[in-house]
């Protein structure tokens, strides 16, 4: 049970930057669903075994810069986002967040957390495999949800939502440098 709250609780950043993407895109195409759920879950399985190997050398020499950098991405892209609902239509970026240098931001982003959850696991002796799989799984289940939710939000509240949406990164980005 443990676990799965841990899953959970790590699973949230990848909710919570699924609802903005799904915010922007307004529209979701399958193959968009699979690719940021995938990406989120593999990241959200990797990052744990990373940290659980690496062990305490690694965690006490990056772990502090590690979670600035992930905050900085994430108020980064929730200020972008709610500059964005600022702009005219036509001047907006047009990219796809579940692509290229984007996507892998956002995977960083959103797993940095997981891998001191790796390294916790290590020190109180819990084997690894069976924890990150179930990880991973509820990461990518999370993020179809989210996904969804903020399209809806996105078709219902317009640039509100995605002003919403900035906050919720921006709200990630804090909460990441106080943990």
């Given at each position: ?25 307004g529209?979701?195409e ?75 931001v956002l ?12 390294f ?23 993020t ?26 921006i ?9």
């Amino acid at each position: 049970m443990n676990i799965f709250a841990l899953a959970f609780a790590l699973a949230f950043d990848a909710f919570a930057v699924a609802i903005a993407v799904g915010i922007r895109l307004g529209k979701l195409e399958k193959w968009t669903i699979f690719r940021l759920s995938f990406h989120f879950g593999f990241a959200q399985f990797g990052m744990p075994i990373i940290g659980w190997m690496a062990g305490d050398y690694l965690v006490g020499s990056i772990g502090v810069y590690a979670k600035i950098f992930a905050a900085v991405i994430l108020a980064v892209l929730g200020g972008r986002l709610i500059w964005e609902q600022f702009k005219s239509d036509e001047s907006m970026w047009q990219g796809d967040p579940t692509r290229g240098a984007s996507l892998l931001v956002l995977m960083f982003a959103t797993s940095v957390d997981a891998l001191a959850a790796g390294f916790t696991l290590a020190l109180i002796g819990v084997e690894i495999l069976y924890p990150t799989i179930i990880i991973g799984v509820v990461a990518a289940s999370m993020t179809i949800l989210g996904l969804v939710f903020g399209r809806k939000l996105g078709l219902k509240f317009g640039k509100t939502a995605g002003i919403i949406g900035g906050l919720i990164l921006i709200g990630l980005a804090v909460k990441t440098m106080l943990a």
